[in-house]
């Protein structure tokens, strides 16, 4: 029996991790509430590794949110995922913890990157401005597995996920990213009648969407690997793979196809004078698919079921 630390639990990522990993017989998954582990608090990370023997640790726990967030809470944004990411590894490795995940973001590689990005560009040119301090803590996060790989001989790995959508989303319509805030918008414009309904940006920007069971799935399917056989398709000074569907479409289309599953039939406009981010983000995926992992859930299937989802849970989720 493996125990499987997996950090932030309550979290859409981290609640679809334990979903995914309590299916396996051989796996017992440890958890603990903010309210008692601090994860920003390195001593009392430090005393939870001391007090339980664990085999595995994904990293799941983070400060997310979308573009306006990361623009109003900079500051929040690199100091508590900076803090978490380097108590977690740190006390993994203080406890002799050989395996651990960590989860990333997309946002790592440079804004004008090439499409479609591969692990290669990571530090490779300028990242977009409004999520860079979230960028550089998660970029720093990779380097500390990657050090503590290099320096001590552990095995760390690194998943950098595309942009995420399911159940267990914040659907705040602010500090959101973009999906679920339009699930919410769109709802609660049909709820109303409003004629229209507004969308942020131009609708141009181009972006790819993963439902939040294929990246568990992926991320077990990953911590499965033999070591030999994961680190002969990851190059050591990379240590992270993408993962993805391979595809993307517009904000635009995104927006239609949103308003179709919620059944909302009035018209759209768009906000030029709110950010679009960067242009596009897409994914290369060759180095996962040649791992033998891809994606089970299209984008129409995932997103009936995650507005299922935020209709019979609407007085419980997160930013409603």
């Known amino acids: 029996m493996r125990t499987v630390f997996v950090a932030g639990h309550r ?6 991790l334990a979903r995914r990993l309590e299916r396996d017989p051989g796996v017992e998954v440890l958890t603990a509430p903010r309210e008692e582990l601090d994860l920003v608090d390195q001593q009392m990370v430090r005393e939870f590794f001391g007090d339980h023997h664990i085999d595995e640790v994904y990293v799941a726990a983070a400060k997310v949110g979308g573009i306006h967030a990361n623009d109003t809470y900079p500051a929040d944004f690199i100091h508590d995922n900076l803090m978490i990411e380097a108590n977690l590894i740190h006390g993994a490795h203080c406890a002799g913890v050989d395996r651990l995940l960590f989860l990333g973001s997309s946002c790592i590689y440079p804004k004008a990157a090439p499409q479609p ?3 290669e560009y990571l530090l490779t040119g300028r990242l977009e401005p409004t999520n860079e301090p979230y960028a550089i803590a998660k970029i720093a996060g990779i380097k ?6 290099r320096q001590h001989g552990h095995d760390y790995r690194s998943l950098m996920p595309t942009n995420l959508y399911g159940p267990g989303d ?3 319509p602010e500090n959101s990213h973009v999906l679920p805030a339009l699930i919410r918008r769109f709802h609660e414009a049909r709820e109303r009648g409003d004629e229209t309904v507004t969308i942020w940006g131009t609708g141009t920007p181009r972006r790819e969407f993963l439902h ?3 990246l568990a799935a992926a991320a077990v399917h990953v911590m499965g690997l033999p070591r030999a056989r994961y680190w002969e398709v990851v190059p050591e000074r990379v240590s992270h793979l993408n993962v993805g569907t391979g595809t993307d479409l517009s904000i635009g289309d995104l927006a239609q196809l949103v308003a179709r599953t919620v059944g909302y039939e009035g ?7 709110r950010p679009d981010g960067t242009p596009r983000k897409l994914l290369d995926v060759s180095r996962l698919t040649r791992l033998g992992w891809s994606p089970t859930i ?3 299937s995932g997103l009936e079921s995650t507005y299922r989802w935020y209709v019979e849970n609407a007085h419980d989720v997160r930013g409603v």
């Open 212 to 214: 939040v069971d294929d």
């Open 11 to 16: 979290g859409m990522v981290g609640s679809a």
């Open 144 to 149: 500390l597995a990657e050090s503590y790989n």
């Open 267 to 273: 018209g759209l406009t768009f906000d030029h004078s």
């Open 170 to 172: 914040n659907f705040h």
């Open 117 to 119: 990005m591969v692990e």
């Open 298 to 300: 299209d984008l129409p």
